[in-house]
């Protein structure tokens, strides 16, 4: 088959400091990281798919997909850099999102420091309107009151309004009321409506998810049409999809109208990139590790599929604290992520400890070895001193790191102040980040109900390959994978998402009062919703339909997620649900509770393409010794110590090739530590597996 008859597919993943491309020309894989430009995004992603297309012997016109995930949106709500907004609530509810749920999540913090409200409290307007948590209205909204404050709207010259209404869920007629009023008058003017952005109960959730969407859509809308422009103008002709949160693939049209679902686009991507990896290797409990240059990604993978989750919170004040953060009410892949990456930067605090991140030194100015200007002490400036990064193989030898500005940084910042040496410090930086990474990957087990002891690591992003055995000897699991390619891993993530949407709503009923036939009516509407959604991208395919139920027992605050059949519900079907449920919370928590009625919260249904066969690999057995390419002196955690480590290049080992620790197998965008303990084979897919060396241990 000649090259211009092969299917070539682009993912594009955009992080705090690099942005990833990767291609497939058929079976071939192409990949680079080039800078990510923080005043214009899509200039990265031409750079980089120049780079990439040329070393592919493509052209823009080739290209026949490309998938695209980003953290602008997060990064946006972090930095509050969205634009002028406005909230319009129910009277009354004026103060919902800074009154958040009132709980504590440090009890005992007499400094306490919450988030403060997306919006400020001289942005948010209240309308009289009242609707009852059945739908039916209570007080409809007068125009005389609409047009007052569609004026005040104006006078203050917002460019985007958030509209989030008492039980809106139950019935967004008012809030569409208000939007369409707004939009004629003022059609340049960016809403949003929480009936549509996210139908869920529970206001303060639902409100700070629409006040969200509202502050970045502007913003994201121009973005990702500028970025549809410049490609058409580089000569690109096909489709531009976005990956959502939920570890799907949406329209770029979709992206714009609801850009908070984008919010972890990239971290869904190597999750689903994990999953794909676990199910070829037949893993069924596996620990995602993703770690780039700003933040690390830790996902438990069971059954071959990420854990998922309604809400996500962005933003925490408190690294590990559920609660601390701004709560955004969408399905999402459910993850810890905490700010450790190769950009975090490292400082003493006040009790003279050794504290890294969650500030970034990003890609502007970038760690001191980057010579562009930064002066803070990285966990990258730490591995460059430490041995574990060449500084002439960086990023493929397109960067050229400065060993000298690392060290000159960790001993003004670190190593002074506490009387170390700069070797001492660079330990004392990347021991750190190592544990708090092996802490949250130890508390998303704990709070999953999970023992790590049997599970296998799957490692990728720029850091992770370079950081994962450390964090496997920390968390007791015997053995990592290292996908081909894992340095752009999230991209490539994206090649094997489905296309598809899920649409999430509410609808509480007790089993008690079951009434089937609601029920059928707002679930054929939420499959018309998903359906239509994952039809932009599947054309004229069916999509495959998935059902969940969440449901609790009467009393209880929160609920769990239970698998359902698609089909329609009679009256009987309220034995079947209890009995589904009751199944899921024994898995959950051990044992039923007997006595007690049972709810029904909320419903998801997600339409999705079928999913790809996938090709299972056998693990390699027969092995050869590989041969190194020379040696340099790495620091070994462990061992505390620098130990002659043999050197590998990875686009060199063949099918079979052994590499015994202590090792570094570099590659263009990562390199993979092997300790002296560890043992690491070449998959027939080229992975690096690499486990304990029973007989060395």
Sequence with gaps: MSLDKKLVRVGVDIGGTFTDVALE???????????????APERAILAGLNQILEQAGCTFGDIDVIIHGTTLATNALIERRGVPTALITTEGFRDVIEMRTENRFEQYD????????????????????????????????????????????????YESVAIGFLHSYANGKHEQQVRDALQARLPQLSVSISSEVSPQIREYERFNTVCANAYVKPLIKSYLSRLVQELKGQGAVCDVFMMHSGGGIISVETAAEFPVRLVESGPAGGAIFAAYIAERYGLESVLSFDMGG???????????????????????????KKGSGMPISIPVV?????????????????MNQIRVGPRSAGSEPGPACYQRGGESPTV?????????????????????????????????????????????AAYGIVEVVDENMANAGRVHAVES????????MITFGGAGPVHAARLCEKMAIDAFLVPYGAGVGSALGFLRAPFGFESARSGFMKLTVFAADKVNQLLASMEQEATSFARQGLKNVDPVLERVAYMRYAGQGWEIPVQVPV????????????????????????????????????????????????????????????????????????????????????????????????AIIVERETATMIPSTFIATVQTDLCLFVEIDKQAK
């Excluded at 933040?295 to 990420?306: D, F, G, H, S």
């Excluded at 000298?404 to 670190?414: C, F, M, T, V």
């Excluded at 109900?449 to 599970?455: A, E, H, R, S």
């Design 25 to 39: 020309v058929g079976a071939a894989l192409f990949t680079t990281k080039v800078l990510t430009d923080y005043s």
């Design 110 to 157: 007499l400094n306490i420091v919450l988030p403060p409200a997306l919006i400020d409290r001289e942005h948010r307007y209240v309308l009289r309107e009242r609707m009852d948590a059945h739908g039916k209205t209570l007080i409809a909204p007068s125009p005389e009151d609409i047009e007052t404050l569609i004026s005040e709207i104006e006078k203050k010259g």
């Design 294 to 320: 700003t933040t690390a990604k830790v996902c438990l993978i069971e059954n071959y599929a990420p854990k998922t989750a309604k809400i996500f919170e962005v933003a925490r004040t408190y690294r590990f």
């Design 334 to 350: 459910e993850m810890v992520e905490i700010g450790a990456g190769g950009g975090s930067i490292a400082s003493v605090d006040g």
């Design 380 to 424: 990258t400036d730490a591995n460059v001193v430490l041995g574990k990064l060449d500084p002439d193989y960086f990023a493929g030898g397109q960067m050229k790191l400065d060993a000298e500005l690392a060290k000159r940084a960790i001993k003004k910042d670190i190593a002074d102040p506490l009387g170390l040496s700069e070797t001492s």
């Design 449 to 456: 109900g999970y023992d790590l002891g049997g599970f296998t």
């Design 567 to 662: 089909r329609d519900f009679a009256q009987e079907d309220s034995a079947f649900l209890k009995n589904e449920f009751e199944k899921a919370y024994v898995r959950f928590f051990g044992r039923a509770i007997d006595g007690l009625d049972v709810e029904i919260v909320s419903w998801s249904v997600r339409a999705s393409s079928s999913p790809a066969e996938v090709k299972k690999i056998k693990k390699v057995e027969q092995t050869q010794l590989a041969v190194s390419e020379g040696s340099r002196l790495v620091f070994e955690s462990k061992l505390e110590k620098f130990v002659e480590s043999g050197i590998y290049n990875r686009d060199r080992l063949n099918v079979g090739d052994q590499v015994t620790g202590p």
